[in-house]
T-cell receptor, first 114, second 113 residues
Framework: ETGVTQSPTHLIKTRGQQVTLRCSSQ?????VSWYQQALGQGPQFIFQ???????GRGNFPPRFSGLQFPNYSSELNVNALELDDSALYLC?????????????FGPGTRLTVL | DQQVKQNSPSLSVQEGRISILNCDYT??????FLWYKKYPAEGPTFLIS?????DKNEDGRFTVFLNKSAKHLSLHIVPSQPGDSAVYFC????????????FGAGTILRVKS
């Protein structure tokens, strides 16, 4: 059974650029959630994808968007990067309707915006 | 609006003693609470959880206590071991929110040998 994987591990971008982060969910999981963890803070919910559709969104602007593919993997896209977007981006996979403790996190992508 | 708060940024404990990590929440809709442990360069890993219908859940050295009237939960680790040194996040969820979790800011636990 493969765990949750994310790529790339680290990324450096400049203000105004666009970035795409990728997440492969754990085998058998059909739901992917994305979180942003800024330095010194806990993870903050960005949005969740189920059956290739956005299914719940946190307090993030529209320049944060995502996709889910038929194999349940997912992408997080951020346009017009700002300095405050520098953070660790975590994805978590689960099965819809499962208990909250059956949500597994990937190692994250560290994004630095200069 | 911080719905889940961990007011202690760090905690230092001697090996073999008890570690107590605290968490407060404000949203009465939360009905499930979790603790995650996070090492550097890794994602959070689930440690222990508790449903709002219970006031205690135990798993080996880890026990979580929930005081609903005070909107407070705590994680007890007994005995603490050096390998427990990590960042601990308290998180909360609700059926109405689906799989969304609301996290606290975390507490850095250092267990000294």
């Amino acid at each position: 059974e493969t765990g949750v994987t994310q790529s790339p591990t680290h990324l450096i971008k400049t203000r105004g650029q666009q970035v795409t982060l990728r997440c492969s969910s754990q085998s058998g999981h059909n739901t992917v959630s994305w979180y942003q963890q800024a330095l010194g803070q806990g993870p903050q919910f960005i949005f969740q994808y189920y059956r290739e559709e956005e299914n719940g969104r946190g307090n993030f602007p529209p320049r944060f968007s995502g996709l889910q593919f038929p194999n349940y993997s997912s992408e997080l896209n951020v346009n017009a990067l700002e300095l405050d977007d520098s953070a660790l981006y975590l994805c978590a996979s689960s099965t819809r309707g499962a208990l909250l403790n059956e949500q597994f996190f990937g190692p994250g992508t560290r994004l630095t915006v200069l | 609006d911080q719905q889940v708060k961990q007011n202690s940024p760090s905690l230092s404990v001697q090996e073999g003693r008890i570690s107590i990590l605290n968490c407060d929440y404000t949203n009465s809709m939360f009905d499930y609470f979790l603790w995650y442990k996070k090492y550097p360069a890794e994602g959070p890993t689930f440690l222990i959880s508790i449903s709002s219908i219970k006031d205690k859940n135990e798993d080996g050295r880890f026990t979580v206590f929930l005081n609903k009237s005070a909107k407070h939960l705590s994680l007890h680790i007994v005995p603490s071991q050096p390998g427990d040194s990590a960042v601990y996040f308290c998180a909360a969820g609700a059926k109405e929110y689906g799989n969304k979790l609301v996290f606290g800011a975390g507490t850095i636990l250092r267990v000294k040998s």
